[in-house]
């Protein structure tokens, strides 16, 4: 099956938001002389409205914690600040104009809401000529649900087996392979465990090899 659109992942995959957000929640933590494990930055990862119920034992102020970082986390005006292009991921530009270029439709799935995907998409110098923006407050289910994906293809009007999913997150992959679309990890603060390795099709290191990717297997 040709792939006709390909469906990007926000934060860690586009943009360095996932390391920055986990400075600020161990930054945070700190404030209560506790500390954050793998597992919960593994469990938040990509997702939405994520249960921290089995991380409070290890945690008690983990509720405090979290409503403090949910000011932080989507204040717009905190990433808004940024200057132009310093939070873009290696190949990013690249890659969305190339896929522009050659007729590819492209959208965003964001587990994020619409208008922090779109604060982000402003600290890009140029205009990044995406198809359609789904962010998670778009959708009734987030990731590892495949909502989000098979909205982003059917806004697009293509099949779900038609798109090429590009993710750094667990969350993320398991929802593309529950989408029935094919995957690229792209590593970023989370490694990938097996069953990862089981949901995934490829994996690149960096967003500008995805070029080659579609080069060799899509074109």
Request: hydrophobic share 40%; aromatic share 10%; charged share 25%.
């Given at each position: 099956?040709?792939?006709?659109?390909?469906?990007?992942?926000?934060?860690?995959?586009?943009?360095?938001?996932?390391?920055?957000?986990?400075?600020?929640?161990?930054?945070?933590?700190?404030?209560?002389?506790?500390?954050?494990?793998?597992?919960?930055?593994?469990?938040?990862?990509?997702?939405?409205?994520?249960?921290?119920?089995?991380?409070?034992?290890?945690?008690?102020?983990?509720?405090?914690?979290?409503?403090?970082m949910?000011?932080?986390?989507?204040?717009?005006?905190?990433?808004?600040?940024?200057?132009?292009?310093?939070?873009?991921?290696?190949?990013m530009?690249?890659?969305?104009?190339?896929?522009?270029?050659?007729?590819?439709?492209?959208?965003?799935?964001?587990?994020?809401?619409?208008?922090?995907?779109?604060?982000?998409?402003?600290?890009?110098?140029?205009?990044?000529?995406?198809?359609?923006?789904?962010?998670?407050?778009?959708?009734?289910?987030?990731?590892?649900?495949?909502?989000?994906?098979?909205?982003?293809?059917?806004?697009?009007?293509?099949?779900?087996?038609?798109c090429?999913?590009?993710?750094?997150?667990?969350?993320?992959?398991?929802?593309?392979?529950?989408?029935?679309?094919?995957?690229?990890?792209?590593?970023?603060?989370?490694?990938?465990?097996?069953?990862?390795?089981?949901?995934?099709?490829?994996?690149?290191?960096?967003?500008?090899?995805?070029?080659?990717?579609?080069?060799?297997?899509?074109?």
């Open positions: 099956m040709k792939i006709k659109a390909v469906l990007f992942d926000c934060d860690g995959l586009m943009f360095n938001t996932e390391q920055v957000s986990q400075d600020l929640w161990r930054q945070e933590a700190c404030k209560y002389h506790e500390t954050l494990s793998d597992d919960f930055f593994k469990a938040i990862t990509g997702a939405r409205g994520v249960d921290m119920t089995p991380y409070e034992k290890e945690t008690p102020h983990l509720k405090d914690i979290a409503m403090a949910r000011a932080k986390r989507f204040d717009l005006s905190y990433w808004a600040s940024f200057e132009k292009d310093a939070l873009n991921k290696k190949g530009v690249e890659l969305v104009l190339w896929l522009h270029e050659h007729g590819i439709r492209i959208a965003v799935c964001s587990s994020s809401n619409y208008d922090y995907v779109q604060t982000l998409l402003s600290t890009v110098s140029v205009s990044l000529p995406f198809d359609a923006i789904i962010g998670g407050n778009m959708v009734r289910r987030g990731k590892p649900a495949p909502d989000i994906f098979l909205a982003g293809a059917k806004t697009l009007g293509v099949q779900p087996q038609e090429l999913v590009l993710e750094d997150s667990r969350q993320g992959i398991v929802a593309a392979f529950a989408a029935g679309m094919t995957s690229v990890f792209v590593e970023d603060t989370i490694p990938k465990d097996d069953e990862m390795i089981s949901c995934m099709n490829h994996e690149v290191n960096h967003l500008g090899e995805v070029i080659d990717l579609f080069q060799k297997e899509y074109l």
